[in-house]
């Protein structure tokens, strides 16, 4: 293997510029893949196989329209002391509820407890369901408004009111601002230790074609896997946290070998068949971990491990091709001054 990846690493440097080209057709082609696919699933928090997810089917048998494409609020409601749910009075309040939160522009429909037969035993806890016509991020401040108005006038006829689901709930800020610090952090750290820009600023070039490049592919291979928008979350984060790691080893032993007086040729040579190894096999592990996912049984957790999967051995490839490429085009400006 050491005497493949050497000479592996010696083609790479000499013939840089096809090894870039490559990875830019690489890149444009997924890329376009991306562009053309149609678009990915809804992402979905369904795990055939556990207690929780069949405490949630058994909800939808009992309380129909507790699950609906859009967004849903379920609103449990509980009698004061001493009193019934049935009783006039709370019954009124609640009817009151649900039609005042069906008549919402945004709601799909409201499933009162009384018509679902979603009221306990003891007749003092019951369960209503109000779904949407859209998904949570998309609801406006008027269509919430409107439903935490009818929830607080329940409130006020003495019923306790909690509401559950993501309707109401507080929606995440955009994904993107922890891997922007993750990288600053990183480029602060590799700047420290190297002592040059170039040396610095190439595991992160490196890294981010890699991330790009199994990004592009997911989202190519949405539709025809089933992949949904949140499965490429844990491969941008392997696949950045690797891509640096796996570029770092190479550079740092091809620094160490051009510091033995070595040309950068064989130094690039010498740095993918000794560190290159070491790439190789961290990155067989953290794949095997992760391919481990699928034992599990739970399809959501096999597609983001095998789609994290693929961004590490992307970044294994990338590390042992494109990172000697570019040692090619700047052999003495990774090193230190």
């Known amino acids: ?79 004061p002391d001493g009193q019934k749910i049935t009783t006039a009075g709370n019954k009124k309040a609640i009817d009151k509820l649900v039609d005042e939160a069906a008549d919402g522009s945004q709601v799909a429909g409201a499933v009162s407890p009384f018509q679902a037969n979603a009221i306990s035993k003891d007749a003092t806890t019951a369960y209503a369901t109000v779904t949407f016509k859209v998904k949570a991020d998309a609801l406006t401040d008027a269509g919430k408004n409107h439903l935490k108005d009818a929830i607080a006038q329940a409130k006020h006829a003495g019923l306790t009111v909690e509401v559950g689901g993501d309707a109401l709930a507080t929606q995440p800020a955009a994904g993107g601002a922890a891997e922007g610090i993750g990288i600053a952090i990183a480029a602060l750290v590799l700047l420290i230790t190297f002592g040059s820009m170039t040396a610095a600023g190439l595991p992160l070039l490196t890294a981010l074609i890699g991330v790009g490049v199994s990004m592009a592919a997911i989202m190519a291979l949405s539709s025809a896997f089933g992949l949904s928008s949140t499965t490429g979350t844990l491969a941008t984060m392997l696949g950045l946290a690797c891509g640096i790691d796996y570029a770092v080893f190479i550079v740092s032993r091809y620094r160490e070998e051009r510091a033995k007086g070595h040309t950068p040729q064989e130094a690039a040579g010498l740095a993918t068949g000794t560190a290159g190894s070491a790439v190789v096999f961290a990155g067989l592990t953290v794949v095997i971990a992760l391919a481990g996912l699928s034992v599990i049984g739970i399809p959501m957790l096999t597609k983001m491990g095998l789609a994290a999967a693929g961004a590490v051995m992307i970044g294994v490839f990338i590390a042992l091709t494109l990172v000697p490429a570019l040692l090619g085009f700047w052999p003495n400006a990774v090193l230190s001054r």
């Open 1 to 79: 293997m050491a005497t493949f990846l050497y000479r592996l690493g010696r083609t790479a440097f000499r013939r840089r510029w096809y090894v870039a080209l490559i990875w830019v057709a690489v890149l444009g082609a997924v890329g376009f893949g991306a562009v053309k696919a149609p678009a990915a699933p809804d992402a979905s928090n369904s795990m055939p196989g556990i207690e929780s997810q069949k405490a949630f089917d058994l909800m939808e048998q009992r309380f129909p329209g507790a699950k609906a494409d859009g967004a849903n609020a379920r609103i449990v409601f509980v009698a």
